[in-house]
């Protein structure tokens, strides 16, 4: 018998108390947020579908947003300040740390143990759309090597993997830990970057999630995912374990 009337799925069933640990919401220092309106918009749009803690990850990009300590530091600053203030938004938690892009500059950042992490050692990376460093397995060795636990952001949006599934399977050989972006469960980036987000969560890969917001059009289309059964049954663990590692709470 057909159950017409089953109830639909959403992503934002899932997220009461979630910790997200990619976003881009401090102002002025990178594609996200612009400024402190934009940014308190941002988080009042993300607690109303269920987000109580943030961790604020600039980008750390040489050639485009070269974030440093002070700037993070400052912007961060600016932030708690305006959001302090605010009646609907001063129990929320945030906590400031950075998306390292693996440049040739990164390796200095861990070198010099210079790293804003997610928490304790684990630190955020990403990799150019375009190509892969050509190095990247040694840079994944001295992260670690420095005492680091690498979280590659977005696998699934890697275009040059998706006909060399293997290669998630020797990243995680390394010890790099993989953040899919929540968003990558709709066509937003595009339905091959969805239907590798969903072998990714098969294959049971992925360690954490995030949304990586930039923009309230980023929010909207979250608001909007449908989940079949399946992947709403898989998808739970991993928010779950998001939670687990990265509340400070």
Do not use: W
């Amino acid at each position: 018998m057909f159950h017409f009337f089953q109830k639909k799925l959403f992503l934002k069933d899932l997220l009461e108390g979630f910790v997200d640990i990619h976003c881009h919401i401090l102002p002025g220092i990178d594609d996200g947020a612009s400024n402190i309106t934009e940014s308190l918009d941002l988080i009042d749009k993300l607690t109303q579908l269920g987000v109580s803690q943030f961790v604020a990850t600039p980008h750390v990009m040489q050639d485009f947003y070269p974030n440093t300590d002070e700037t993070i530091g400052d912007a961060f600053q600016s932030l708690i300040e305006a959001v302090s203030s605010s009646s609907k938004l001063s129990n929320i938690v945030i906590n400031p740390a950075a998306e390292y892009m693996m440049d040739e500059y990164f390796e200095d950042h861990v070198l010099n143990n210079n790293l804003f992490t997610l928490k304790k050692n684990i630190v955020l990376v990403e990799i150019s759309y375009f190509q892969a460093p050509i190095n990247l397995e040694d840079i994944i060795r001295k992260i670690k090597k420095h005492g680091y636990k690498p979280v590659l952001a977005h696998p699934e949006r890697y275009l040059y993997y998706h006909n060399n599934k293997e290669y998630y399977h020797r990243l995680k050989q390394l010890g790099c830990d993989f953040q899919l972006n929540l968003l990558s469960l709709s066509d937003y980036y595009g339905t091959n970057v969805q239907k590798k987000a969903q072998y990714l969560i098969d294959e049971k890969l992925i360690d954490f999630v995030g949304t990586d917001t930039h923009n309230l059009k980023h929010i909207e289309k979250l608001t909007n995912i449908k989940l079949s059964k399946t992947l709403y049954k898989n998808l739970e663990p991993l928010i779950q374990e998001t939670n687990h590692t990265f509340s400070v709470i």
